[in-house]
């Protein structure tokens, strides 16, 4: 059986600088009409760059949203277009002033695919080199360096509770594990 819902009508209830909200109408599978909520979001990228002494490096920022710092991954948003690759090593020399040798893909995921239109695309930066670091205008965070092994323990205690974060850290200790 061939799950699918059918879109009937659909309206903008918003369009913002970082998402589209829209309401739809749509037809389920066993004839009914339901109405669905769903925020578009042009996505996303999130970076874990280690160095060669082990350790990761993270940024700490105010989330207004839940009123409290997180610390998290370099992470970006994807112009139009982009090449999430590309937005990467973007994102990563703007919040860390990093560059890396080699930028490996981890995959992508759905953050919240119940309501969210979003993908958000990870990498393992390896080979760093140190540079500057430009920040956007509205961008206000620190970098923090921590062994690599505590950021792991840190996801699994529920101390990192950002999921982009945690999915990193969790796929490049796998990658690593595996590279060993």
């Not at 080199?129 to 921590?146: A, N, P, T, W, Y």
């Given at each position: 059986?061939?799950?699918?819902?059918?879109?009937?009508?659909s309206q903008?209830?918003?369009?913002?600088?970082?998402?589209?909200?829209?309401?739809?109408?749509?037809?389920?599978?066993?004839?009914?009409?339901?109405?669905?909520?769903?925020?578009?979001?042009?996505?996303?990228?999130?970076?874990?760059?280690?160095?060669?002494?082990?350790?990761?490096?993270?940024?700490?920022?105010?989330?207004?949203?839940?009123?409290?710092?997180?610390?998290?991954?370099?992470?970006?948003?994807?112009?139009?277009?982009?090449?999430?690759?590309?937005?990467?090593?973007?994102?990563?020399?703007?919040?860390?002033?990093?560059?890396?040798?080699?930028?490996?893909?981890?995959?992508?995921?759905?953050?919240?695919?119940?309501?969210?239109?979003?993908?958000?695309?990870?990498?393992?930066?390896?080979d760093l080199?140190?540079?500057?670091?430009?920040?956007?205008?509205?961008?206000?965070?620190?970098?923090?360096?921590?062994p690599f092994?505590?950021?792991?323990?840190?996801?699994?205690?529920?101390?990192?509770?950002?999921?982009?974060?945690?999915?990193?850290?969790?796929?490049?200790?796998?990658?690593?594990?595996?590279?060993?």
């Open positions: 059986m061939a799950f699918y819902e059918k879109t009937l009508e903008e209830i918003y369009n913002g600088k970082i998402i589209r909200v829209r309401r739809d109408k749509v037809e389920l599978i066993n004839g009914d009409t339901s109405t669905r909520e769903v925020v578009e979001h042009q996505g996303g990228v999130g970076i874990l760059a280690i160095d060669s002494d082990g350790f990761g490096y993270m940024v700490r920022q105010y989330r207004y949203p839940i009123e409290s710092e997180l610390l998290e991954i370099p992470a970006g948003k994807l112009e139009s277009g982009e090449d999430p690759l590309e937005c990467a090593v973007r994102e990563l020399s703007e919040e860390t002033g990093l560059s890396a040798g080699q930028m490996i893909p981890l995959g992508s995921f759905l953050p919240s695919p119940g309501y969210c239109r979003e993908t958000l695309y990870v990498y393992l930066a390896l080199q140190s540079g500057e670091r430009h920040l956007d205008k509205d961008e206000f965070l620190s970098v923090e360096r921590i092994d505590k950021l792991v323990d840190m996801v699994m205690s529920g101390e990192i509770t950002d999921g982009k974060t945690a999915i990193g850290i969790l796929k490049a200790a796998r990658y690593l594990k595996k590279a060993e």
